[in-house]
């Protein structure tokens, strides 16, 4: 069978599967509250794959998911409040003229992120060292700062009215979208160039690898992706609020994918669930959640840096199952993407302006 | 021209503190090479720990840890009467939180930084913002989430300037202390032998284990000495802002980390600079401009000396070795 019409029918087995689980799940057949918690979860996965894509497999550091989430979030929800709803309804008003309004929201959300991405990207990745992590995290308490302050969305109040779609199948279809772009992306040429770039800066240079291309690139791209999270938020419940995107919700994403591993996509979807159904299980140490959640993340820094599926060996088993035959020859042993523990021998070198005290 | 003259007083002031905190981020990076994320919640602790030296824990407090609410812990240096507010008060406040946060600052290099040295610098970067967390959130869970007002540690009072500006003697107090410790501290780097192992070690770590420094010390030491300046800024700033709560040293820390980036990071005197250059030109921004924006100030800072001097403005840049 050829490959395209192998992966046609897997699309639409996958897009059929999500259909029946939507009709499942609308169908008040189930407790809500248990609904509710398994979409944020589809949420979280789609802004922990992404994250993932720059920080586990390009190895660069962005703490400042939250600010492009919510850049996504607050430009769809303001092109729905005021454009979307009118396209609805100028294309008859019913399940159509939604489906094209959102898929326009959607779009539009994850070009608005991705350039802020672009914006962000651009003098911080040019320079190699930690300057990502101190600008994403300056970024992301900006983007609240100005969100409080712009009227036309609501300012500190909150921005209300959105519609509301609480849709099964748009969040797990944009989750699955996420997953598939990513695990394309790492297992491209592009890819390899990213790894590259993580294993060793200097070496992929050397080899012909524009790293600031490449760096910016795959940033622009995870942003994109966290704004269409932000799009999902923003319509699943309505309502926005500057407060629900402050640094916190960027660490919990962190959390997500440090505690699956970075650099592994399935520890992603698993760290994903895991921290959006745990919370829930703790509600009654909701004031110990954070000093709980920040020990956990030294702890296993200290004792596990790969995360907990950093380099599980039926994990690497399952991988390498999944790459046989679809692979070219020669793009095999490169590949395995996780493996952080050849970042850890790594020989430190000073950033650029790293400099001695003096 | 008055006001111009009043915000550059105010400025400088502001500066003088961010300079102190980014000292600390300046010289931890200079030997490890290593962003600490949670030295700006040191700072916080700083002046937290000042406000129960001076106010005491309260008698709740005192009987919840099992102590005689008559007790001077349970009292303070003010509410037990052992001292009156004044210069000296504020001086042993601030050198009893200094010592308390070089102490925090060692013990958390210790537990935290010390066993994943040997892993990557992200790894370590990922643990410096876990310690961050933890001490905001242990924060918000030990010293309670609403804000607290620090006490007159001593008499303020303006004084007329010409041209229509005053100064508040708690700006003359921040200034005099802060460069103070500057001064101390230049001292102590450039003229022990301590600090010549500080700046041997930044040099090279590995060269400098082979001369026989004992690095542990001197990393431990680098973070004491950060950790003491960042908590004489958290009672400078309580002095002059009496509003504290854990979570202030979150965009105070960020902005003094511009500061460091500003003034080269590793750089000293880059981060004095830099600090007061980031003070400067906030409060400029608060009376010329509009204050909403005052905390996006350092940011578009950042991406400029980002964009057009990455070295920073005292920095060198440094040859890349293969």
Redesign the interface.
């Known amino acids: 069978m050829p490959r395209y019409l192998r992966n046609l029918i897997i699309a639409l087995i996958v897009i059929a599967a999500l259909i029946g689980l939507d009709f499942v799940f609308q169908g008040r057949m189930l407790n809500p509250y248990f609904v509710r918690i398994l979409m944020l979860s589809g949420i979280a996965i789609t802004l922990a794959v992404s994250l993932n894509l720059i920080n586990g497999f390009t190895?660069q550091?962005s703490?400042g998911h939250a600010g492009f989430m919510a850049v996504g979030a607050y430009s769809s929800a303001y092109f729905s409040v005021n454009y979307g709803m009118n396209l609805a309804n100028s294309l008859g008003g019913g399940r159509l003229g939604w489906v094209v309004a959102l898929t326009v929201s959607t779009l539009i959300g994850a070009a608005v992120a991705g350039l802020a991405g672009l914006a962000v990207g651009i003098?911080?990745l040019?320079?190699r060292g930690?300057?990502l992590?101190?600008?994403t995290?300056?970024?992301g308490?900006?983007i609240v700062?100005?969100l409080n302050?712009i009227e036309a969305v609501g300012g500190a109040r909150g921005y209300s009215g959105i519609p509301i779609v609480k849709s099964f199948f748009w969040i797990f279809l944009v989750a699955v979208l996420t997953i598939v772009i990513v695990y394309n992306i790492v297992n491209s040429a592009f890819g390899r160039a990213l790894i590259s770039i993580r294993e060793d800066e200097?070496a992929a240079e050397a080899m012909g690898v524009n790293t600031t291309r490449y760096k910016v690139l795959a940033f622009v791209i995870s942003s994109a992706m966290a704004g269409a999270g932000g799009v999902l938020l923003a319509h699943f419940d309505g309502y926005l609020n500057p407060k629900s995107f402050e640094?916190i919700k960027s660490?919990e994403i962190?959390i997500m994918i440090?505690l699956g591993g970075?650099g592994s996509i399935v520890g992603s979807v698993l760290g994903a669930i895991v921290l959006t159904v745990l919370p829930e299980a703790l509600r009654g140490f909701a004031?110990?959640r954070?000093?709980i959640?920040?020990?956990l993340?030294?702890i296993l820094?200290?004792t596990r840096?790969q995360g907990l599926l950093g380099s599980a060996a039926p994990l690497k088993a399952w991988r390498k199952r999944a790459k046989r035959g679809t692979e070219p020859a020669g793009g095999g042993p490169a590949a395995a993407p996780t493996n952080?523990s050849t970042?850890?021998t790594?020989p430190?070198?000073?950033?650029?302006?790293?400099?001695?005290?003096? | 021209m008055s006001t111009f003259l009043q915000q550059l007083i105010n400025g400088i002031s502001l500066g003088a503190i961010y300079s102190l905190i980014a000292l600390g981020y300046?010289?931890v990076?200079?030997?490890l090479?290593l962003?600490n994320f949670a030295h700006g919640d040191v700072y916080m602790v700083g002046a937290f720990m000042g406000f129960y030296l001076a106010n005491g824990i309260g008698a709740r407090g005192a009987q919840a840890i099992g102590m005689n609410p008559d007790g001077f812990i349970a009292r303070g240096l003010l509410g037990g009467g052992a001292m009156e507010p004044s210069l000296i008060t504020a001086l042993v406040v601030m050198l009893l939180a200094m010592a308390i946060c070089a102490a925090i600052g060692v013990i958390i290099e210790r537990l935290?930084y010390r066993?994943?040295r040997?892993?990557?610098?992200?790894?370590a970067?990922?643990?410096a913002?876990?310690?961050?967390?933890?001490l905001?959130?242990?924060g918000?869970?030990v010293f309670g989430a609403e804000p607290k007002f620090f006490p007159e540690l001593f008499g303020k009072r303006n004084i007329e300037l010409f041209g229509g500006a005053s100064i508040n003697s708690a700006d003359i107090v921040v200034l005099v202390i802060a460069l103070g410790l500057m001064v101390a501290l230049q001292l102590i780097?450039y003229r022990t032998k301590t600090g010549r192992a500080?700046?041997a070690v930044?040099?090279n770590?590995q060269s400098a284990k082979l001369m026989g420094i004992n690095t542990d010390h001197i990393i431990a030491f680098t973070f004491a000495l950060g950790s003491a300046l960042a908590a004489a800024a958290g009672v400078l700033v309580a002095i002059r802002i009496p509003r504290i709560d854990p979570l202030m040293g979150?965009?105070v820390g960020?902005k003094a980390?511009?500061a460091a980036?500003l003034g080269?990071?590793?750089?000293?005197p880059g981060a004095m600079l830099g600090g007061l250059l980031i003070g400067i030109t906030e409060t400029m921004v608060v009376g010329y401009l509009s204050p909403?924006?005052k905390?996006?100030v350092?940011?578009a800072i950042?991406?400029l000396i980002?964009?057009f001097r990455?070295?920073?403005l005292l920095?060198?840049?440094?040859q890349?070795k293969?």
């Open positions: 190895g550091f703490i003098p911080s040019r320079l930690d300057y992590a101190i600008v995290l300056g970024f308490q900006i700062v100005f302050n200097l640094f660490f962190l440090i970075l004031e110990y954070m000093v959640y920040s020990l993340l030294i820094m200290i840096p952080p970042v850890a790594q430190e070198r000073p950033a650029p302006g790293g400099e001695n005290l003096r | 300046t010289m990076y200079g030997v090479k962003i935290a066993p994943v040997k892993y990557s610098r992200l790894t970067l990922i643990t913002i876990g310690v961050s967390l933890l905001e959130n242990g918000q869970v780097v500080m700046r930044s040099f770590l979150i965009l960020l980390f511009v980036v080269g990071i590793g750089n000293i909403t924006y905390d996006a350092a940011f950042l991406i980002l964009l990455p070295s920073g920095g060198t840049v440094a890349e293969v």
